[in-house]
């Protein structure tokens, strides 16, 4: 008899659907034969990376032949002294999603539950199950988190609490007020993973910052960090968490020992140190924001006010017409896959032209639609 995979899953594993990533430049280009396109759909940095990375990357390859130190201590160091906290309070991992994978596999046993908010990012239901443990959404009406809604949800059961703060996709901020309050009430048995992969884009007077409570023994504590949006590193891949020293050493016992690459190394230590590029990131983000306010209200269309590098916008019908009018012209934005968001486009902040082409092409878009579902025989009005 073949062996059937399915059946000899581990739990969970069959429940798990695939990631569908953003679409590329080149996965367009192939489908559609143009080559003029711009992408604002998965968050990416429209300044490119770090030069301090790229040149650091550069002067790394020599190395490639050699693996990584499984913990770099001058890196550690670095990372630590940028976020106010000892090195051994600080697990490096491939990506911000190595880090949330590593405190499922810490930390979630088959017959927990999980508590995650009905609208945020994928990672955290996939995590879950990857481990046998029950997923607990978190109703989202109007599509806001509270701490009181997630309160609610949390049981005899409940093993972690997942919040992306901002959140993905909607870009909403959760209060300093509101995470004061869930962890005031939150018990010590369940682990709170804090996502802050957007922290940069937020206002600092209005994060909660937990930093100092992760890192002074608040053990059930995991904050979650990403080089990938504000230093221009997703394609290299490099992401860390904050927490208490014990929690971290539990992490790194279930870590995959040579989890950032020699490049992914010397390019963060790199960007660490490149404040104008950093500076230059957030303030065009800051303008590319307001660029797209400005041009949603003048057409006439609701915009979720954002914390991140991206806006949610209701475009008053299927989000996926309106997506897929875009991509012939060129524009590739994101359409989130839940229900709630069927009318809903994710824009990521470009440069002012980028935004500048895709103002146009919306405009073209939405008039093109509204034409098509007034022509004679569209069944329009019925």
Do not use: W
Not at 106 to 117: K, Q, T, Y
Not at 186 to 193: D, F, G, N, Q
Not at 339 to 358: C, D, H, K, M, N
Not at 360 to 370: G, H, K, S, W
Request: aromatic content about 6%; hydrophobic content about 45%.
């Amino acid at each position: 008899m073949a062996f059937d995979a399915e059946r000899n899953a581990a739990p969970g594993i069959t429940d798990i659907g695939h990631y569908v990533p953003g679409r590329t430049i080149a996965e367009v280009a192939r489908e559609l034969g143009i080559t003029d396109i711009i992408k604002l759909a998965s968050n990416e940095n429209p300044l490119g990376a770090s030069p301090k990375a790229v040149a650091a990357m550069a002067a790394t390859l020599e190395r490639g032949h050699q693996y990584p130190e499984v913990i770099n201590p001058v890196l550690q160091e670095a990372l630590g002294a940028a976020n106010g906290v000892a090195p051994e309070c600080v697990v490096t991992g491939n990506g911000a999603d190595s880090i949330l994978l590593t405190a499922a596999l810490a930390f979630l046993r088959p017959g927990d539950e999980v508590v995650v908010p009905q609208i945020t990012f994928d990672m955290y239901r996939i995590v879950t199950l990857t481990k046998g443990a029950t997923v607990v959404e978190v109703p989202m009406p109007d599509l806001e988190l509270t701490a009181g809604a997630i309160l609610d949800r949390v049981g005899k059961r409940t093993r972690m609490v997942f919040v992306c703060n901002p959140n993905n996709p909607t870009g909403a901020l959760f209060s300093r007020a509101a995470t004061q309050a869930l962890l005031a009430e939150l018990p010590e048995r369940v682990v709170l993973v804090h996502d802050e992969v957007y922290r940069d884009f937020a206002d600092p007077a209005e994060f909660p910052e937990l930093r100092p409570r992760a890192a002074g023994g608040q053990d059930n504590l995991i904050l979650v960090r990403s080089m990938a949006k504000a230093y221009g590193l997703a394609g290299v891949r490099f992401g860390y968490g904050i927490m208490a020293p014990d929690t971290a050493a539990l992490l790194h016992r279930v870590r995959p020992p040579f989890d950032t690459s020699v490049l992914a190394q010397a390019a963060a230590l790199a960007a660490l140190q490149d404040e104008q590029f950093l500076r230059r990131t957030l303030n065009l983000n800051r303008r590319g924001k307001q660029q797209l306010y400005a041009a949603f209200e003048q057409l006439g269309l609701a915009a979720v006010p954002s914390h991140a590098n991206f806006v949610l916008v209701n475009v008053g019908r299927p989000a996926a017409g309106v997506a897929q009018r875009l991509l012939e012209q060129g524009v590739i934005v994101r359409t989130p896959r839940h229900p709630a968001l069927a009318r809903y486009l994710r824009v990521s902040i470009g440069t002012a032209q980028e935004l500048e082409r895709f103002i146009a092409a919306l405009r073209r878009a939405l008039a093109e639609l509204t034409r098509d579902a007034e022509a004679p025989g569209s069944g329009a009005g019925r």
